[in-house]
């Protein structure tokens, strides 16, 4: 799109939503704890990778 076609499209979507009394934010709560659990869950496997990794490389140092 080009930028005057986007400056025109927020400009109705913002005069739309005022004569419609405004956003409805009351999705916001559970979309934000949804998206709060995935990226949680996104770093508990991210520091499994990390911890299995770690143990592989210090299975191979020998001690002897």
Same mark, same amino acid.
Request: proline share 2%; aromatic share 6%; charged share 15%.
């Given at each position: 799109? =080009?930028?005057?076609? /986007?400056? =025109?499209?927020?400009?109705?979507? #913002?005069? #739309?939503?005022?004569?419609? @009394?405004?956003?409805?934010?009351? @999705?916001?709560? /559970?979309? %934000?704890? $949804?998206?709060?659990?995935?990226?949680?869950?996104? !770093?508990? =496997? /991210?520091?499994? $990778? $990390? /911890? !299995? %990794?770690? %143990?592989? #490389? !210090?299975?191979? $140092?020998?001690?002897?």
């Amino acid at each position: 799109m =080009l930028p005057e076609q /986007v400056v =025109l499209l927020w400009t109705y979507l #913002r005069s #739309r939503t005022r004569a419609a @009394g405004g956003w409805n934010e009351a @999705g916001t709560v /559970v979309e %934000k704890v $949804i998206l709060t659990a995935v990226f949680a869950a996104l !770093a508990v =496997l /991210v520091g499994a $990778i $990390i /911890v !299995a %990794k770690v %143990k592989a #490389r !210090a299975a191979t $140092i020998n001690l002897n």
